[in-house]
């Protein structure tokens, strides 16, 4: 179940960049991640009085405060990062954030991968970085690309073992993502009050037509985002956390892929191969779970 779990998120997470991605065309990525969360927050309050989540309301929630502040500032510096340097660098190298950040928490709490789990890591890790097709022989990247990739990198990895901890039933763990959705709204829309205030325009030409026509896939991308927080808190309760965190980190194949088939864009040869890794490396670690 660790396996499925995380391929879920791995799918949830490369569907929603690749919306988030497509929404920042558009929009200023404050305002995508801000009206995105909102919604999710409007689905997920409905389902915790649905369930009764509220009275799973304890100490362990503080980690969903912290995951609903770090998450803001990760996706502002992932969007940011994207409009600055190449996706096929960009997006794997963030994506090792979800796999080293975990990886090493589950490590320190006395976590050991077998043998076929660690080749699965290795190979798994290689194939993400390969299936953006690092232009290996091209321009360098700005310095200030390379460092907000790094800051969401390690703010993704930070949400998804903040979240993991959070809850440890699935009544709970609808609670700790409305709370850690109301965070990220909280946070999110301060900076974007901030930027309104400086003059940055939160709306493109169209003002709230815009929006409004926008809205269906402003709401996948946000409920795309919290399954995705959910199937891999659900992954690692199951199971290693080392399993889930390098597969949940396979996005990146599913984004390319997205891409592929909507935009119509044409895989490189590395990405070819990055895919085809990063399958190989999710066999051998479902084999070796």
């Known amino acids: 179940m660790t396996a499925v779990f995380a391929l879920a998120t791995s799918l949830l997470w490369g569907l929603a960049d690749f919306g988030g991605g497509l929404l920042t065309r558009r929009f200023q990525a404050l305002t995508v991640v801000v009206v995105s969360q909102a919604l999710a927050a409007v689905v997920l309050g409905a389902i915790v009085v649905a369930t009764g989540g509220f009275r799973e309301a304890g100490p362990q929630l503080w980690f969903a405060v912290g ?16 409009a600055l340097g190449p996706m096929g660098v960009v997006s794997p190298l963030a994506a090792l954030g979800t796999v080293l950040v ?6 320190v709490a006395g976590e050991r991968p077998g043998l076929l789990q660690a080749a699965g890591m290795v190979v798994a890790v290689v194939g993400v970085l390969l299936a953006g097709g ?18 969401s990198a390690l703010g993704f990895g930070a949400v ?15 609670l700790a993502l409305f709370v850690q959705r109301v965070c990220n709204v909280a ?15 939160a709306l493109p030409e169209g003002g709230f037509a815009a929006l409004t026509g926008s809205l269906p896939m402003l709401a996948f ?20 956390v080392t399993m889930a965190a390098v597969l949940a980190s396979l996005y990146p194949v599913v984004t390319t892929l997205a891409a592929l088939g909507v935009l119509k864009e044409r895989m ?22």
């Open 67 to 82: 995951a609903g502040v770090v998450g803001p500032a990760a996706m502002l510096c992932f969007y940011r990062a994207l």
């Open 102 to 107: 975990p990886l090493g928490v589950g490590i």
């Open 134 to 151: 690092p232009k290996i022989g091209g321009a360098s990247i700005a310095r200030q690309t390379i460092v907000l990739t790094l800051v």
């Open 160 to 174: 998804m073992a903040l979240i993991s901890e959070a809850s440890t039933t699935v009544t709970g763990l609808f």
């Open 187 to 201: 946070v999110g829309g301060a900076a974007l009050y901030a930027a309104v205030r400086r003059g940055t325009p």
């Open 221 to 240: 991308v946000g409920i795309a985002d919290v399954a995705a927080n959910g199937t891999y808190s659900l992954a690692a309760q199951h199971g290693p």
């Open 268 to 289: 490189r040869a590395v990405q070819t191969a990055g895919a085809s890794l990063a399958l190989v490396g999710s066999v051998l670690l479902a084999s070796g779970g």
